[in-house]
């Protein structure tokens, strides 16, 4: 079974760019999850996906963030303009469960795409 | 929200037994608590999940206390592979949304 795939592995740019993030969950999985890790941090939930509605998005910076997932199959991750503070490691996510079930904790993640700002 | 407090780090030796603890003092009742392990440069992988008392796979065990207010990861005989970064989770399982605390560090010796 193919695992969440994610690209790209690295990015640099300089700050006031622009950048992209792309994520295609496991097949059948509803749930998708993006993640900010700091080094030496925990992953921090930026936005969550329930097929392609918005399950939350409170930790998200919205006024340089922003998120889409297409088809409720896969997601981009945008950042516009990006700043020094954003250089982190971006985590996708998924998880099988979907809309009116429980989901029971096992997120399968994708080895991330790691950004870097100058 | 359910926060976790969990030791910064840890040290141990090759095929020693591990118990990291976790606390969560105000989990709820539908809170299910779950335990990722992070290798550098890889997504965290999902170890165990338990609601209570005792829950054992072929990886690690997890004991839960009555009161629920805390819970242990164990690691059977540790290798120098086991070294990495140990998240808990308690989870907003019912809304499906699933916050990670600072974790534990690792560190296995020879």
């Known amino acids: 079974e193919a695992g969440v795939a994610q690209s790209p592995r690295y990015k640099i740019i300089e700050k006031r760019q622009s950048v992209a993030f792309w994520c295609n969950p496991i097949?059948?999985?509803?749930?998708l999850y993006w993640y900010q890790q700091i080094l030496g941090q925990g992953p921090k939930l930026l936005i969550q996906?329930?097929?392609?509605?918005?399950?939350?998005d409170s930790q998200l910076p919205k006024d340089r963030f922003s998120a889409e997932r297409l088809k409720g199959v896969d997601s981009t991750l945008k950042i516009q303009p990006a700043k020094l503070e954003d250089s982190a490691v971006y985590l996708c996510?998924?998880?099988?469960?979907?809309?009116?079930?429980?989901?029971?904790?096992?997120?399968?993640f994708g080895e991330g795409s790691r950004l870097t700002v100058l | 929200l359910a926060k976790t407090t969990q030791p910064i780090s840890m040290d141990s030796y090759e095929g020693q037994e591990v118990n990291i603890t976790c606390s969560h003092n105000?989990?709820?009742?539908?809170?299910?608590i779950t335990w990722y392990q992070q290798f550098p440069s890889q997504g965290p992988r999902f170890i165990i999940q338990g609601y209570k008392t005792k829950v054992t796979n072929e990886v690690a065990s997890l004991f839960i206390p009555a009161d629920r207010k805390s819970s242990t990861l164990s690691l059977p005989r540790v290798s120098l592979s086991d070294t990495a970064v140990y998240y808990c989770l308690v989870g907003l399982y019912n809304f499906n949304k699933f916050y990670f605390g600072s974790g534990t560090k690792l560190n296995v010796k020879p």
């Open positions: 097949s059948g999985h509803a749930t």
């Open positions: 105000n989990i709820a009742t539908n809170d299910y």
């Open positions: 996906f329930q097929n392609n509605g918005v399950v939350d």
């Open positions: 996510a998924s998880s099988w469960a979907g809309t009116g079930t429980t989901n029971t904790g096992e997120l399968f």
